[in-house]
């Protein structure tokens, strides 16, 4: 379990434990939230948060598309994630802002007028795809569930409801006795994992789906694009056939929570070597270096804490 000690409430710092809604809250039974998940590096600049005005603007555009009014605004928010970490002591952390609707009513559509719920916790979390993943890379399989249809559920927007297909797709791969599992959208093409972007390599060239592949836009993901273009790299966005999967020289998985998390397996099939791949190491070194100053910052990614 994941645990600090205070979460910020609707402007209010509460106890971990006091942070409660009623069972009749509308994102229980209907999945109405828009969230993020952000994270906090101790760096050469003291603790920061990575690219946080890029991630506080997409809760606010997932909220848009579902026309979810904030109460706050931006500034506001990022100065509560601020606080929220200096408040639990952290220094490395996760943090997770959510915007909610609340106990307003049973009605599908809430009666306009309404007011969302947002909450802000900050915890430390481990790499996300298992303790040794970052090096050794990590086994997935292809899914049997596809990634959502565009004009059925905006996979641009962070939504609660989202990762129903999320779970379908982490929990096949779990029991399967896989680390993760790689959803195609409709039309069979690469979309994304449960909880992260891909990439591959191919002949030096770096490919990975585009947003039109039922993807969230990752920030990682655009990270990973900006860092890779600034060292000479050549990057595509590309629909990617399911077996690209199985000829790439290199596959990694990106996202906040996962990081850059090296593919040496897919659906057993070795990638590659069968180890973390070159360019692969290249850009988690870029990207990790962004907090020790190695990598310049050359884009203001970096938010201090204090
Ligand atoms: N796709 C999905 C479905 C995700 O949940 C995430 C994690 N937020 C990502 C991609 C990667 O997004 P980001 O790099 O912004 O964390």
Redesign the pocket.
């Known amino acids: 379990m994941n645990i600090s000690n205070f979460i910020w409430f609707n402007g209010e710092i509460v106890p971990w434990q006091e942070a409660k809604v009623h069972v009749m809250s509308h994102a229980l039974h209907y999945g109405s939230s828009v969230f993020e998940?952000m994270r906090c590096y101790n760096s050469h600049k003291g603790p920061v948060i990575f690219r946080h005005r890029e991630h506080i603007q997409r809760l606010y555009n997932s909220a848009k598309i579902y026309r979810m009014p904030i109460f706050w605004s931006i500034d506001d928010l990022m100065e509560a994630c601020r606080i929220i970490i200096r408040k639990n002591n952290l220094i490395n952390a996760y943090i997770r802002p959510l915007v909610f609707i609340g106990n307003v009513g049973m009605q599908i559509n809430p009666t306009p007028g309404y007011a969302t719920d947002v909450a802000i916790a900050a915890f430390s979390w481990l790499p996300y795809l298992g303790e040794n993943s970052l090096k050794q890379g990590i086994d997935v399989m292809v899914s049997s569930w596809n990634r959502v249809p565009a004009n059925t559920l905006p996979s641009t927007a962070?939504a609660g409801g989202n990762y129903l297909s999320?779970m379908l797709i982490s929990n096949e791969a779990h029991r399967n006795g896989y680390q993760e599992g790689i959803g195609l959208d409709i039309y069979g093409y690469i979309s994304?994992?449960?909880?992260?972007?891909l990439f591959e390599v191919k002949s030096n060239i770096l490919l990975t789906p585009p947003c039109a592949s039922s993807?969230?836009p990752?920030?990682?993901?655009d990270t990973i694009i900006k860092l890779a273009v600034n060292i000479g790299l050549e990057v595509q966005e590309q629909v990617l056939p399911r077996e690209s999967l199985y000829i790439a020289d290199e596959i990694f998985m990106?996202?906040?929570?996962a990081e850059i998390t090296p593919v040496r397996t897919v659906d057993g099939i070795k990638v590659g070597t069968g180890t973390r791949g070159p360019i692969t190491k290249k850009l988690q070194h870029l990207f990790f270096n962004l907090f020790t100053g190695i990598t310049e910052d050359q884009w203001n990614w970096l938010d201090p804490v204090h």
């Open positions: 998940g962070k999320s994304e994992g449960a909880g992260e972007n993807i969230l990752g920030v990682t993901r990106s996202g906040t929570a």
